[in-house]
C-alpha cells in the first residue's frame, strides 16, 4: 500500500490471511476526495512449504451518507436593484457535501415567499449549485429586505441537509419623484413686512433613499428676475424669505414656481406654484405655513 501513508488502513492475519479494518477505519472521503471510485490496491504475499504467492488485492470502498451538505456561511448577503427585471438571476454560494453519487447535493428549496424563486444547476463536474431567481418586480419602499431560508438536501436514505439564512436586500432605484402635498399655496404679506420674513417652510417628499431622495429646491425658469431679487429660497431646507423692499402700488402679486429636484443620476423633479399678495394693513408675524 506504497500509495497510502496508514498502513493500519487495513490488516492481514499472519496465521490465515484473513483481512480486516484497522482500528483509525477508512474514510472514504479523505482517502478519494470527490471521485466517484474509491479501490484501495494493494499486496498480500503468502509463504507456503517454502513457496512464496504475490496476491494482487483491490477493495472499493464504497459511499455512505456520512456527510450532511453544509452552506460555506450560515448568513449569505445578496443585494438587488429594486428596478431589476423579473428573471434576473442571484447565484448563490456553492454548498458542498463530500459524499458522492446519490448521497451528495442533489435538490434545494427555499422558504415560501412572493418575489424569489429557486432553481438548481449542475456544473460541469457533476456538483450542483444554486441561484435565486426574481418571480416579480420589487418596491424598495414596500419592502427593503427579504429573509430567506435555503436548504440544500443530500439523495441519501434517510436524507440529510444544511440550511442557510439569506438576507437579500433591496437597492434604491430612483422611480419617485419629489412631492408636495398640492399643487399651489398663495401666501398673504402684509406691506409693512420686514426683510428676512418667512413666507413658506416647503415640505417636499421623496421617499427613495440615499442621493435619490434628497431634495434641492430652486426657483422654476420662468421666475423672473425681479422675483430673484425679492425673495430668496434657500436650496436646502426650502425656506422662502423675503429679501427685498415691497412696493404695494407697483405689483401687489407674485406668482413663484418653486421646483423640488431629488439629487439622483437621472433626476426627478416637482413644481409647486407660489402666489404671494400683498395687502395694505400690518404683516403677520412669520410662522410655519407649509405648501400643504
Not at 4 to 25: H, K, P, T, Y
Not at 63 to 75: E, L, S, T, V
Not at 84 to 92: D, F, I, M, Q, W
Not at 197 to 217: K, Q, R
Amino acid at each position: 500500500m506504497e500509495q497510502f501513508s496508514n498502513s493500519s488502513l487495513v490488516r492481514v492475519r499472519e496465521g490465515d490471511g484473513q483481512l480486516s479494518i484497522g482500528e483509525e477505519g477508512i474514510d472514504r472521503e479523505r482517502l478519494c476526495g470527490q471521485s466517484l471510485q474509491c479501490v484501495l490496491a494493494f499486496d498480500v504475499v503468502s509463504l507456503w512449504q517454502e513457496q512464496y504467492r504475490l496476491v494482487h488485492v483491490e477493495l472499493e470502498v464504497r459511499d455512505i451518507n456520512d456527510n450532511a451538505p453544509r452552506f460555506p456561511q450560515a448568513h449569505i448577503p445578496l443585494e438587488v436593484s429594486e428596478s431589476a427585471a423579473p428573471g434576473t438571476r442571484l447565484p448563490l454560494e456553492i454548498a458542498v457535501d463530500p459524499d458522492v453519487g446519490s448521497n451528495a447535493i442533489q435538490s434545494f428549496q427555499l422558504s415560501r415567499n412572493s418575489h424569489f424563486g429557486i432553481e438548481a444547476q449542475t456544473r460541469a463536474d457533476g456538483g450542483k449549485s444554486a441561484e435565486l431567481v426574481l418571480l416579480q418586480e420589487l418596491d424598495r419602499e414596500t419592502q427593503a429586505a427579504y429573509t430567506l431560508e435555503l436548504v440544500a438536501q443530500d439523495g441519501g436514505s434517510p436524507a440529510r441537509s444544511g440550511t442557510a439564512t439569506v438576507s437579500v436586500r433591496v437597492l434604491d432605484a430612483n422611480d419617485n419623484s419629489p412631492a408636495f402635498p398640492q399643487g399651489s399655496v398663495t401666501v398673504e404679506l402684509g406691506e409693512d413686512a420686514p426683510r428676512g420674513s418667512l413666507l413658506l417652510d416647503l415640505d417636499a417628499a421623496d421617499p427613495d433613499e440615499g442621493p435619490n431622495g434628497e431634495i434641492v429646491y430652486g426657483f422654476g425658469s420662468q421666475v423672473p428676475a425681479e422675483a430673484r431679487q425679492l425673495f430668496r429660497l434657500d436650496p436646502l431646507s426650502g425656506r422662502l424669505t423675503l429679501e427685498g423692499p415691497v412696493d404695494y402700488e407697483r405689483q401687489r402679486t407674485y406668482e413663484l414656481d418653486v421646483q423640488a429636484q431629488d439629487r439622483g443620476a437621472s433626476p426627478l423633479a416637482a413644481t409647486c406654484k407660489v402666489i404671494v399678495t400683498w395687502a395694505r394693513r400690518p404683516s403677520r408675524p412669520s410662522g410655519s405655513t407649509r405648501c400643504a
